[in-house]
């Protein structure tokens, strides 16, 4: 699986992004599907989530109630929906994919980068 992430950019405290992660030379029917992000000098933390199926969706404490989580199988491509930014989201955000019945993520998209000023 190939994953291509877009939708970054500058904004500000308060504004929306929506994310998206495209993939081609596989179908992402039988994938889960996460985004990460990395800020500056802190480790990579998984922000969201969602089943290959879509019946299940997860998010860090940090960004629930503001993040919203989705993917069109037919379009083999996912979103991170980002409302009521704050500077503390600012990071690069990856999409990556694993494969049901692993445990781990196995291809992951170049990043977008999202900084969000005050």
């Known amino acids: 699986v190939q994953l291509q992430a877009s939708g970054g950019g500058l904004v500000q405290a308060g504004d929306s992004l929506r994310l998206s992660c495209a993939a081609s030379?596989?179908?992402?029917?039988?994938?889960?599907l996460g985004w990460f992000r990395q800020a500056p000098g802190k480790e990579r933390e998984l922000v969201a989530s969602?089943?290959?199926?879509?019946?299940?969706?997860s998010y860090a404490d940090s960004v629930k109630g503001r993040f919203t989580i989705s993917r069109d199988n037919a379009k083999n491509t996912a979103y991170l929906q980002m409302n009521t930014l704050k500077p503390e989201d600012t990071a690069v955000y990856y999409c990556?994919?694993?494969?049901?019945?692993?445990?781990?993520?196995?291809?992951w998209g170049q990043g977008t980068l999202v900084t969000v000023s005050s």
């Open positions: 969602v089943s290959y199926n879509i019946v299940s969706t």
């Open positions: 030379r596989r179908s992402l029917r039988n994938y889960s």
């Open positions: 990556a994919t694993k494969l049901l019945g692993s445990s781990t993520y196995d291809y």
